[in-house]
């Protein structure tokens, strides 16, 4: 996901994405524990999408409080 992706989404579409990124997270959390895991670098990836997210949500709201 770019930033260009983030950019074009609306609030609803972030908050649910969000959502089900912390859900895959959370599942590679405990596939990480239990020794399952195989791809590492999706941790990194996951991360980097859900501040992305945030970021973007964000700014959105300091610019509708703005204007």
Do not use: H, P
């Not at 399952?36 to 964000?58: H, P, V």
């Amino acid at each position: 996901m770019t930033g260009e992706d983030v950019r074009a989404m609306s609030d609803d579409q972030l908050s649910d994405e969000l959502l089900k990124l912390k859900k895959e997270q959370f599942n590679l959390r405990f596939q990480q524990a239990t020794g399952q895991l195989e791809n590492t670098a999706r941790f990194q990836k996951i991360r980097r999408d859900i501040a992305r997210i945030k970021t973007d949500l964000r700014r959105r709201a300091l610019t509708s409080q703005e204007g």
